[in-house]
């Protein structure tokens, strides 16, 4: 990444109303830095240390083109309930987001930033890929845990076997369910099945594919009750 210098520092790096600010700052040169946002070791999304700050004018900080906002989303912790905040260059950490602050922060905006989501850069793509299967399940559990029993396994079937759910199954597993059987039971189920292992090869959809049927809508971390 040649269009951007690696950080040489950070300061005045605050959450405030929901919004992550600060100066990111290089050594030297006219390259400004750029940051990553990563959930999970995964990036979800970028944006650039290049707006000006008085504070960072005073300080003889790249002529005080270095500061930088970010205004985090419920689905940047998709993966994971801390939002890293990194060099794009170096991954020199900047800060980590915990969704509990984030959530709970003051005056928080909940409308979206400017900043381009690296899943709508994705969204063309379809693809099938080997995942660790706790790390996909703390995906659809994050991502389903408002969705009633039936519509939790309907979904399920179109995830990980790509067909609609039979009578049969729909049936059997929505009953298991209000039984008590925990929905990682259901998810552990079908992914030991001969149809996942044959069909689709062992291989998880992937939630940037334009076939991923949730809507990325995600639900705060902060319930924690039983989904209806």
């Given amino acids: 990444m040649t269009e951007y210098s690696p950080i ?15 100066l990111a ?9 750029a940051l990553d946002l990563v959930s999970g070791g ?36 998709i993966f994971s309930d801390q939002l890293i905040v990194r060099c794009a260059v170096s991954g020199a950490r900047v800060a980590v987001i915990e969704h509990d602050e984030w ?21 063309s793509r379809s693809t099938r890929t080997p995942c660790e299967p706790s790390a996909y399940w703390r995906l659809l559990d994050r991502t389903t845990r408002a969705f009633s029993d039936r519509m939790f396994v309907e979904q399920l079937y179109l ?6 759910a039979d009578e049969h199954g729909l049936s059997s597993y929505t009953t298991r369910l209000k039984a008590g059987l ?47």
């Fill in 8 to 22: 040489l520092g950070s300061q005045d790096v605050q959450l405030s109303g929901g919004v992550l600010e600060g």
């Fill in 25 to 33: 700052y290089p050594e030297r040169g006219p390259r400004c830095c």
């Fill in 42 to 77: 995964r990036v979800v999304r970028a944006t650039r240390a290049d707006k000006f700050s008085e504070s960072a004018a005073g300080k003889g900080l790249r002529d005080g083109w270095c500061g930088f906002a970010v205004a985090p989303r419920a689905a940047d912790f």
């Fill in 103 to 123: 959530a709970l922060a003051p005056g928080r905006e909940t409308k979206t930033s400017g900043n381009v989501s690296v899943m709508s850069l994705l969204a």
């Fill in 159 to 164: 995830i990980i076997v790509d067909r609609p």
């Fill in 182 to 228: 925990g929905r990682r039971s259901v998810f552990d189920g079908m992914i030991g099945s001969d149809e996942f292992t044959h069909k689709v090869g062992g291989r998880f959809l992937s939630p940037f594919s334009q076939d991923f049927p949730i809507v990325p809508k995600f639900e705060p971390v902060l319930v924690h009750s039983e989904a209806l």
